[in-house]
């Protein structure tokens, strides 16, 4: 049975524009992404956003339009994508079941990176032609299928980051006028990490984004990825989750404790939550550990 959807953005939950049926999603500070498994039918869309769609399987006899253009036809290879800009009209049909990665990213959010990493005072997208394989745009949407659809709940740190990174790939490849940012010489500066540092070390239970953290360090949010991964070994929501785990290791010696409150305490959604991710990164669960103690 073919479903139809007609949509329009209006709603502050940015992802809402896409049915809750779906798949899973995670709305984060810039943005969000959605694994999108939907049956043959039509959508018509409207957003105040800027989304792009990459096809994770490949799917035959779409037909599909942007803004006043007429309907065309075409086969979606893995790896395709289409970018629709904020206040496009898209108009899609399809026949069979279509699998995509489907980020969405903020307009002021765009509209900052093109400016901190650009150096752009505004953004136009210019969508491909359908049907065009972006490998690059494959390798984040691979990633970001990986984290949303992981036993345990997604990192939201680590989907904005991913995100973020997303976005600075639509304004090198997709934008109007285009600028190489400099290459990265260095890491962050002794001054900066250690700003950083003390700030992860004071605020890791709550949800931290990349752009409070770059503002900490001065930098650009693509920039301060790059170069907090080569400074400290790992990328941000690594570094962040080593220090939950560690804390909740340590809380879970307080026998006044219950691993749910433990859970909380450490900035972890959920018991289940906890145990799971331990059992993964430190091969052993909270149970075990309170017992040994």
Request: net charge neutral; hydrophobic share 40%; proline share 6%.
């Amino acid at each position: 049975m073919q479903q139809s959807e007609s949509v329009a953005s209006g709603n502050p939950e940015i992802l809402d524009v896409i049915p809750a049926s779906a798949g899973p999603r995670l709305a984060t500070a810039r943005g969000g992404a959605i694994h999108a498994i939907r049956a043959p039918g039509s959508q018509t869309l409207t957003a105040e956003h800027h989304f792009a769609a990459v096809t994770l399987a490949p799917a035959q006899g779409i037909r599909a339009a942007l803004g006043g253009d007429r309907m065309q036809e075409y086969d979606a290879p893995v790896g395709g994508i289409v970018i629709q800009p904020a206040h496009v009209e898209v108009r899609a049909e399809w026949t069979s079941t279509r699998e995509e990665l489907i980020v969405a990213i903020r307009t002021d959010s765009l509209l900052d990176l093109a400016k901190r990493e650009l150096d752009l005072g505004e953004v136009a997208l210019q969508p491909p032609a359908f049907g065009t394989v972006d490998p690059k745009a494959l390798r984040f949407a691979e990633l970001l299928k990986m984290e949303l659809t992981q036993q345990e709940p997604p990192s939201e740190l680590y989907v904005d980051s991913l995100i973020t990174l997303f976005g600075i790939h639509l304004l090198r490849g997709y934008s109007a006028a285009r600028k190489q940012p400099a290459d990265l010489k260095g890491g962050l500066s002794s001054v900066s990490a250690r700003r950083i540092q003390e700030f992860l070390h004071e605020n890791f239970t709550r949800k931290i984004t990349v752009a409070e953290l770059a503002a900490i360090a001065g930098l650009s949010p693509h920039y301060f990825i790059r170069a907090f991964a080569k400074k400290f070994g790992q990328p941000p929501h690594q570094y962040v989750l080593t220090l939950r785990l560690s804390f909740a290791e340590k809380l879970l010696g307080d026998n006044n404790l219950t691993i749910a409150e433990v859970a909380y305490l450490s900035g972890f959604s959920s018991q289940s939550h906890l145990t799971a991710v331990m059992r993964k990164h430190r091969h052993i669960t909270p149970t075990e550990i309170g017992t040994r103690r």
